[in-house]
Structure formats: structure tokens, C-alpha cells
């Protein structure tokens, strides 16, 4: 009678050993690092699938090291490879990447993948594994049901996070040995994932409503919402977008290791779906506004993509970039509601979020610093927070001037009664820009400055503070 541990242990890859799909995240890096290559994606998948993964794999490098795995398979493993038993990694990755993680982990015996002729799944993998052995009893270890004839072909069956139908299928079919579950990702990962507490920033489409004092106009305040709605869908889209392009990133980050994607806890499938479906809901919502208002959504994706797609690494144009995008909300706001925005607005916004964007480097930088992080690739040296310091407390400081400046225009006399009032918001502003940057060199800033303001005691009673100035200047 033939003993467990005479039998080899066959274990798949994706959605298995580890919690993602290795295909998927190499199409990411190849995006990243050579989205020229991406045109060339259509003529190797119709040359096959097995082709596909063998040109992608032969220009994207995957961090192994930091790959999602399953703690509990893994300690699995390692019992069973310290009582003798022969393990193998079979999957229908490609045979580079297979090789690598079996090298990392150092706890396979073989290793059958993918190459540039042949996709190991289904029957092709049976048929691999069954010619490795010698068609000697085998026990496997898998999750999906591509995976069900070799299942059926195995002596025990391991599910590792399978569905409930195919465990009903594998329960009925087979002789399951173990269960290894894997927790879904619900609501609240979704939310996370979306980051839904950044659409506060889409509060900013308000500001021209408020600006104007038609805050009560039914008509303008259905179009700001209908803005606001529209701006989180396309911006969510853009979360799980730079999530997947930026997965290895995250993943050597001691805070953003813990996002759905990085960690695992959603599949890298589940996001590259739900992407498009974002993006119709904005561009259908907009079909409902004025033309100037698309025209902006549009240039924000663009910008925004192009930020993920490699703006980001390049220092000083990433914290531009940023601000451009936190005053296209205000445009887009304007836009959306046909109210005309003034020039001191747009500048104060510029250097108002340009000075933040840079709290936000250097948060980051504070962070390298420390050893915690390598840096994520961004454009800057360890060294540079110094002069980011400098410039971004100069780029506060101006918005604060350009306030100034604002309350002596007659804008201000034509929209308040007591536009002295206004003078107050000078003081009440420099406190604020000077409060964020004391944090940030004191190293207690996130890696967020709008997130942190609006969880900030002081932040909130300066924003309440300047409210009731505003109020008191339009009564």
C-alpha cells in the first residue's frame, strides 16, 4: 500500500500558491516599464496563448520575493518537504517565473510550466505530470476548475480557496484530502480597494458653487452632485488602475502592503473588471452634462494615466502634475454647473495643492529615510527632502499671497457685504499651510495631506473657522 509520503504532492501556482494570477501582473509591469510593447500584445496572443506569456515574461521582471503567497499552503509544504515527500510546481505560468518562485522558496523538487510552445493546463498538464512520475500516484494541490481532470486523475484532492460549486464538484468527484479556505474579498475590500474616502477630494467640484453663492440653485446643485458621482467613478477606476501597474511597489511598502491587490485579498482578475465598468458609469453620467464637462472628465483620465503610467517617476513634474489634477475638479465643477471660474481661484489652487503634493514626497522620502521603504521608484533621492521642504513651503505661502491679493480685487466687493470680513482667512490659512509642513518635518504626516487634513482636529477647526468667515462676510 503506497504510504503519503511516497506520493508526490503536485501544487499549481496561481490562485494557489500564491493570491494572484502571475499572467495578469506581468501584462502590469510590461505597461509600466514598456508600454510600447503593449501594441505588439494582439500579434503574439494570436499566435497562442503559451506565445503570449513567453514574450511578456522575456521583458517583465516580477518581484517573486514579495509575491502574495499563502501562508497556510506554505506551511503546508514545508511539513510534508521535511518528512521526505517529493513536491512539485506545476502551472501554466511561464516556466521563468515558475522557476524563480521554486528557487525562492526552495521547496520544490520539479518544476513543470509553461513555454513558448506549449500552455500547461487542463489535459496538458495531466499529461506532464503523469510522464514526470510515471504515472505514479500523485495527490494535487489547486483551486480553479481548469484544474478539474487532474483532479479527478489524483489520489487526494487539496482545494486551496475553490469556489463553492467546485467543491461541491470535487466533494462528489473526488477524494478531498484538505481544505485550505481562502476569506473573500467583500464590501468593505471593495471600498478600500475603490478608496472611496478619496472622493472627498471631488468636493472641490462644489467650490464654484459656493464661490457664486448659488449653493440653493436646484438646477446647478443637481449638475455639481451628478459631477461629483462621475469624478469618484473615473477616479476609482484610476485607484485600482495604478493598484495593478504599481502591485510590486505597494507590496515593499510598510503601509501599502496591506491594499486588496498588494496583499492578495482581492484577485488581480476581479479589478482588471471592474475598471471598464467604472469608467461607463462616468461617461454615461456625463452624457447627461454639458459638453465642456466631458471634455474635462476625458483630459483628467488622460493626465491621470499618464501620471500612473510614468509621470510619477519623474521629480517635480509628478507634484505639478498632482496639482493640475486637484484644479481640474474645480474646472470640471465650473464646467458641469456653467459658472465661469475667476484666475485668482485656479492660481490659489495651483500652489495651494502643489505645496501639498510636495508634503506628500516628502512623507514619502521621510519614510525612505528611515529605511522603511526603497522609495517605490519615484523620481527622488533621500536627500531631496530637503529642497522639497523649502519649495513646498514657499509654494503654501504663495497661495497664501494670492488669497491676499484676491480679497483687494472687486470680485470680492461684488459677492459680500462685508468683504473685511475675508482679510481673516489670510491668518487662519497660514496657520494651516504652516501646521501641515510642521508635521511633515516632525515625520507625522501620512502619505496623504488631503486624507490627513480631513482627519485632523486642527484641520477641521480651521476649515470650520474659515467657513463662518465666509458666512459672516456674505450675511
Not at 7 to 12: N, P, S
Not at 341 to 355: C, E, G, V
Amino acid at each position: 500500500m503506497t504510504q503519503g509520503r511516497d506520493v508526490a504532492l503536485v501544487v499549481d501556482l496561481d490562485g494557489t500558491l500564491v493570491h494572484t494570477d502571475l499572467l495578469i501582473e506581468s501584462a502590469f509591469v510590461l505597461a509600466r516599464e514598456r508600454p510600447h510593447n503593449l501594441l505588439r500584445l494582439p500579434g503574439w496572443l494570436r499566435r497562442g496563448k503559451a506565445r503570449l506569456k513567453d514574450e511578456i515574461a522575456a521583458r517583465a521582471e516580477l518581484d517573486v520575493a514579495h509575491l502574495p503567497y499563502n501562508r497556510e499552503l506554505l506551511d503546508f509544504l514545508t511539513q510534508e518537504k521535511r518528512l521526505g515527500r517529493r513536491i512539485v510546481l506545476a502551472t501554466a505560468a511561464n516556466h521563468r517565473y515558475a522557476h524563480q518562485v521554486a528557487h525562492h522558496l526552495e521547496l520544490f523538487d520539479d518544476v513543470l510550466a509553461s513555454d513558448a510552445h506549449t500552455n500547461l493546463s487542463g489535459e496538458d498538464k495531466l499529461a506532464a505530470v503523469r510522464e514526470l512520475l510515471d504515472d505514479a500516484p500523485f495527490d494535487y494541490a489547486a483551486d480553479h476548475d481548469d484544474d478539474r481532470a487532474i483532479w479527478a486523475a489524483a489520489r487526494e484532492t487539496i482545494l486551496v480557496g475553490a469556489t463553492a460549486s467546485t467543491d461541491r464538484w470535487a466533494t462528489s468527484e473526488t477524494r478531498v484530502a484538505r481544505r485550505i479556505e481562502r476569506e473573500p474579498g467583500g464590501a468593505r475590500t471593495w471600498i478600500k480597494a475603490m478608496r472611496l474616502y478619496q472622493w472627498s477630494k471631488n468636493v472641490l467640484i462644489f467650490v464654484p458653487l459656493l464661490a457664486s453663492h448659488d449653493l440653493l440653485d436646484g438646477r446647478t446643485l443637481v449638475a455639481a452632485v451628478l459631477a461629483f458621482i462621475a469624478y469618484g467613478a473615473l477616479a476609482s477606476s484610476v485607484y485600482l488602475l495604478n493598484d495593478l501597474v504599481d502591485l510590486a511597489d505597494d507590496r515593499r511598502h510598510p503601509n501599502k502592503r496591506h491594499r486588496p491587490f498588494a496583499s492578495g485579498t482581492l484577485p488581480v482578475a476581479h479589478g482588471v473588471a471592474a475598471i471598464p465598468i467604472l469608467l461607463l458609469i462616468a461617461a454615461v453620467i456625463a452624457v447627461f452634462l454639458p459638453p465642456l464637462f466631458g471634455a474635462v472628465l476625458a483630459t483628467y483620465y488622460v493626465v491621470t494615466l499618464a501620471y500612473s503610467m510614468g509621470l510619477k517617476r519623474v521629480a517635480l513634474i509628478d507634484v505639478l502634475t498632482l496639482a493640475i489634477l486637484y484644479t481640474l475638479r474645480l474646472i470640471a465643477g465650473g464646467a458641469a454647473t456653467g459658472i465661469p471660474l475667476s484666475f485668482w481661484l485656479l492660481a490659489l489652487s495651483m500652489s495651494l495643492f502643489l505645496s501639498l503634493a510636495m508634503a506628500k514626497r516628502c512623507a514619502e522620502l521621510t519614510l525612505v529615510q528611515s529605511g522603511q521603504t526603497s522609495g517605490g521608484g519615484r523620481g527622488y533621492a533621500a536627500f531631496d527632502i530637503d529642497a522639497l521642504k523649502s519649495l513646498g513651503t514657499a509654494a503654501g505661502y504663495a497661495s497664501v499671497v494670492v488669497l491676499a491679493l484676491y480679497i483687494n480685487s472687486p470680485d470680492i466687493t461684488e459677492n459680500y457685504r462685508h468683504p473685511v470680513f475675508i482679510w481673516l482667512l489670510c491668518p487662519v490659512v497660514l496657520y494651516w499651510i504652516s501646521r501641515i509642513w510642521l508635521k511633515t518635518m516632525r515625520g507625522e504626516m501620512t502619505d496623504d495631506p488631503i486624507v490627513f487634513a480631513a482627519r485632523d482636529t486642527g484641520s477641521r477647526i480651521c476649515i470650520a473657522v474659515g467657513a463662518a468667515i465666509v458666512v459672516a462676510a456674505a450675511l
